[in-house]
């Protein structure tokens, strides 16, 4: 099982990276940190290359060309970090063990699991939940679970790709809760979004991609009220990004 | 139909001829799907979630195998088990051990291609889950057999259902000896042959009334287990 890593991940430093399948490109020499602080909210049309940057930034696909590194270090395992996907795919399990399950593999003490098992579904909103198979909650309670279970691995950085894209408002809310009280606790927070409004309730800072590369990165009150390129204007002004 | 009432009697009496072949039968095929499973499944597992050369031809031949002909497998076994075969020394041909080696060898391709696309659908949907837990090569494949042991029961099904039905593997390295290798497939064939219906259709409903059992319990399993487990 995994060992704590000692030292910090983050900043998670992108240098001049790309991710290429074949003769298409998509993500195009990117150069970025993620520092610890406030949530950095990546926003853009479908298919500007969020999701894999995301995937990039966890670890769970290579560059194609330049370097990413987790705190100065290449090939870091996810150990502090974490990801809740687009479509999480549940274990066949209950909830409880959903995030039981997590805690095993993050190599989290056993004693320590009921407590904090009952401390997540709490958090997310899911007391009483426990028992219940796991693939039988609804959507917004499934998207719930799994981020109770991200951070069942007690991430220093969390990664959400698009947590809201298919709920309700009631359900947004919830999950844009949670995420605040994430927040809350230091715990640094890269989550992607189309949803402007979402994006101006929740972000520190903003990336705003556009065919795989970054238009604008920089802190949200700059982005909303001054916007520099013109795509981040129409952006901004409601206009579609194509 | 000649025999019917006899053959019932037979079967209600627990006729203990009847009794021994109905035994030995369901000790042969059950220790056939365990040697089966225990080889089966990791070949399923390891197609499954690996990528090599020559994986899609391995796929393909372990998918025709599970057409192989019983009587060609009985044959094969036969060969080498004979006094003069490799393995003649053994001494396993004619008991019920050379029959297991047979229907394991029949059941091994079943398991292990039904399993392989389970396993392999389970994985799809798994696979970023577990690398973003950073899960090791062993618990990956152990979370995946677990998380899907009700449908592999399927797997295993089939695979008895194979074992318990075939007559051509067990008849060659068994030779039907009476008391001994004598099965319900083989006695079945024997018998009606003989000219013993009673026996035969005796056989024959106890055959398919443990077919219908195990395959209704199984399906009682999975569906309990389905309920908890989600």
């Not at chain 1, 209950?94 to 805690?103: F, L, V």
Request: glycine fraction near 10%.
């Amino acid at each position: 099982m995994a060992v704590r890593a000692p030292s910090s991940d983050l900043p998670i430093a992108l240098e001049n990276a790309s991710v290429s399948v074949g003769a298409l490109t998509i993500l195009d020499r990117i150069s970025l940190a993620f520092s610890p602080g406030t949530p950095t909210v990546l926003i853009g049309p479908n298919g500007s290359g969020k999701t894999t940057l995301i995937r990039l930034a966890m670890g769970l696909i290579e560059p194609t060309s330049g370097r990413i590194t987790f705190g100065g270090r290449e090939r870091v395992p996810p150990l502090r970090r974490a990801i809740v996907f687009q479509r999480p795919a549940m274990l066949r399990r209950s909830a409880a063990a959903n995030i039981a399950y997590a805690m095993a593999a993050a190599g989290i003490d056993r004693a320590r699991r009921p407590g904090r098992i009952e401390e997540l579904l709490a958090l997310v909103g899911l007391t009483g939940f426990g028992e219940r198979p796991a693939r039988r909650l609804s959507g917004g309670e499934q998207q719930r679970l799994a981020l109770a279970r991200a951070l069942a691995r007690d991430p220093e950085v969390l990664f959400l790709d698009e947590p809201t894209a298919s709920l309700d408002p009631a359900a947004t809310k919830a999950v844009e809760d949670v995420v605040q009280a994430v927040v809350a606790r230091g715990i640094k927070v890269v989550m992607s979004t189309h949803d402007l409004g979402e994006a101006r309730r929740l972000a520190g800072d903003i990336v705003l991609m556009h065919r795989g590369r970054v238009i604008e990165s920089t802190t949200a009150a700059e982005f909303f009220s001054t916007p520099k390129t013109q795509e981040a204007r129409r952006f901004v002004a409601g206009e579609l990004l194509v | 139909m000649p025999g019917d009432a006899s053959a019932l009697q037979l079967v209600l009496s627990a006729d203990p001829a009847l009794m021994g072949i109905v035994w030995l039968s369901l000790g042969v095929s059950l220790a056939a799907v365990g040697l089966a499973t225990i080889v089966g499944l990791p070949i399923g597992a390891l197609l499954a979630l690996t990528r090599f050369p020559g994986r899609n031809a391995c796929i393909v031949v372990l998918n025709a195998l599970m057409g192989l002909p019983p009587v060609v497998v009985g044959l094969a076994v036969y060969l080498l088990l004979s006094r003069s075969g490799p393995l003649g020394s053994w001494g396993l041909l004619f008991t019920p051990k050379a029959m297991v080696i047979a229907q394991a060898i029949l059941v091994t391709p079943i398991i292990a291609a039904l399993a392989r696309q389970t396993l392999e659908d389970l994985w799809v949907e798994y696979r970023d889950e577990l690398a973003a837990m950073n899960v090791g090569p062993v618990g990956r494949i152990s979370t995946l057999i677990w998380d899907a042991r009700f449908s592999l029961v399927t797997a295993l099904l089939a695979g008895f259902g194979r074992a318990a039905a075939e007559v051509g593997a067990v008849i060659i390295v068994g030779g039907n000896i009476d008391g001994f290798t004598r099965t319900m497939t083989t006695a079945i064939a024997l018998e009606t042959s003989k000219g013993d219906l009673p026996l035969a259709i005796g056989l024959g409903i106890v055959l398919i009334a443990i077919v219908v059992a195990v395959n209704a319990l199984a399906w009682g399993v999975r569906r309990t287990g389905e309920r908890f487990a989600g």
